[in-house]
């Protein structure tokens, strides 16, 4: 399947996007995050971000489907 | 009648606008906590934030958040502003203004609504100084 996936601040600039389009082959959110590090190896080295999905919070065992917005959060830090 | 009022804008930020919406007559008191740019973090100095934001996200966690407040304290109305983009020195990222009949509520509303604003809500300031910049809180 096919997945929107967009970037924010530290992430964006390590892979150097702001929005990628992914293809899935796997069904869950922790599956997304090891794909994701397969197609980034800059990612290896940092699990800091946790994962939203069609903008509210996932968690690892949510079920991804074709065409969901998958937003890679990074820590934090307005205000 | 309207309890909340959300707003994420790369315009300049209104303490008057908050003020005036949660303005009410049976109110006995208002708590506004402003955010402002300081001039240094870690004994290095600032030259200027950058915030980006997941803007309908960030809208919607704010939203919860308004909410949540209205449900847990005894408070009347709510406005939570933040700013995106550049900001300088002395500049204003975030406003929280609640009213309430009594003002412990009030203080305790906006303290939990800062409080969540920083754990929740997807926005991120870019701190720029004069030999670089970095991404606050990245690296926890």
């Known amino acids: 399947m096919q997945l929107q996936v967009l970037l924010f601040g530290i992430v964006s600039d390590l892979i150097g996007e702001n929005e990628v389009s992914f293809i899935f082959s796997g069904t869950t959110v922790a599956d997304f995050k090891k794909e994701l590090n397969t197609s980034y190896p800059q990612l290896q080295n940092y699990n800091a971000y946790v994962i939203a999905v069609n903008e509210s919070y996932a968690n690892d065992d949510q079920v991804l489907l074709n065409a969901d917005v998958v937003a890679i959060i990074p820590p934090v830090s307005g205000g | ?140």
């Open chain 2, 1 to 140: 009648m309207n309890s909340i009022s959300i707003k994420l804008t790369s315009e300049k930020l209104s303490l008057q606008e908050c003020y005036d919406f949660v303005d009410d007559p049976t109110c006995g008191g208002i708590d506004v906590f402003v955010g402002t740019v300081r001039n240094q973090t870690q004994e290095k100095s600032v030259k200027l934030l950058d915030f980006s934001a997941y803007g309908p996200m960030a809208v919607k966690e704010m939203n919860s958040i308004a909410e949540r407040a209205l449900d847990k304290f005894e408070v009347h109305k709510i406005a939570i502003h933040h700013a995106e983009g550049v900001l300088q020195i002395g500049d204003i990222p975030v406003i929280i203004a609640v009213s309430a009949a009594h003002r412990a509520a009030a203080f305790e509303a906006c303290q939990f609504a800062i409080d969540s604003l920083k754990e929740t809500v997807p926005i991120w300031k870019k701190e720029h100084f004069e030999d670089g910049e970095v991404w606050v809180n990245a690296h926890p």
